[in-house]
């Protein structure tokens, strides 16, 4: 068993499931946007908006920033776990690592925090 | 034929070099790549590579043959080389290179040891031998063939990544085969050092392993095996 504290669910089998489901929120919204886009193609501020106003467009939204933000972390760590080795980057490896998954997680933070704030906030 | 082999003896170069040889090869007759490094060897002794029973059983000679992984014994030189064209010898990539076309494989071996690759069971063994059916036997078909040449793991980018960590492609087909056998009791055990985010879930499904396994094995399969095995267990 190979241990380490930085993923996301501390089991492979968790992220690899996370990592799906996500994939299936985000193409489902994705989806639904695009095709609201091709129902009405020209589009105007007013119907936008009020496309994003009902709870459960909100809710929606909500959920598909949450799976957002664990695919981009799960998937992010991924690719520093497998480029960012020592292998790799010799000795500073971890520390280079571990500046590349701090700068990932605040983006996400960021992006997580901005993105209630759009939809949830007036 | 013109051979070009990936030459490096740590003792006297800094830095491997491609060297070129020139072989007569007898004419009318397809030979084995294994073959034509034995007329290499005659000219110049010094070139150093692993053989042992020259009819891909012992698995001791994969080696890089013109891009491609395989065992030099059973790889003709009509299928490895366009006519005309030359033979390109290099070591299995990914792994320490200790001369020549031979490479340190013990990084390959612990991944084949962690996943326990023996019979685990826990009840009192009977009398005369432990029975197995022929419609359980026939599930380790595909699975127990492999000779351990490691052309598959060192083919596996996963596996160049992170050989100390990812079980590489042998050595999950191993779990799987001790995972799928009726008479191994430790099934539970198995799969819980398999779940972190390496052993088994750096497989990216590339199927690279598939493509060179001069057994015709399918290691992808097994992973899938292994995977949904997880699933059932962790769900
Ligand atoms: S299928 Fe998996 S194990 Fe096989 S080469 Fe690809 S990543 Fe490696
Ligand atoms: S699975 Fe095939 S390629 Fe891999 S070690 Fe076994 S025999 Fe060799
Ligand atoms: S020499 Fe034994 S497999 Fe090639």
Redesign the pocket.
Known sequence: MVTNVTNLGRSGLYDWLVQRFSAVILATYSFYILGSFVVNPDMNYEQWSALFASNVMRMFSLITLFALCAHAWIGMWTISTDYMTSLQLGKRATFFRLLFQAGCALLICVYLLWGIQIFWGN | MLVSIYRYNPDTDDKPVMRDIEIELPAGKDLMV?DVLELVKQKDPSVVYR???????????GMNINGKNG????TPVSEAVKPGGKLVLRPLPGLPVIRDLIIDMSMFYKQYEKVKPYLINDQTPPAIERLQSPEDREKLDGLYEC?L?ACCSTNCPSFWWNPDKFIGPAGLLQAYRFLADSRDTADTERLSGLEDPFSVFRCRGIMNCVAVCPKGLNPTRAIGHIRTMLLQQGT
Do not use: K, M, T, Y
């Open positions: 294994l053989r042992s029973c020259r009819e891909g059983v012992c698995g001791s000679d065992l030099a014994c059973i000779i040449c």
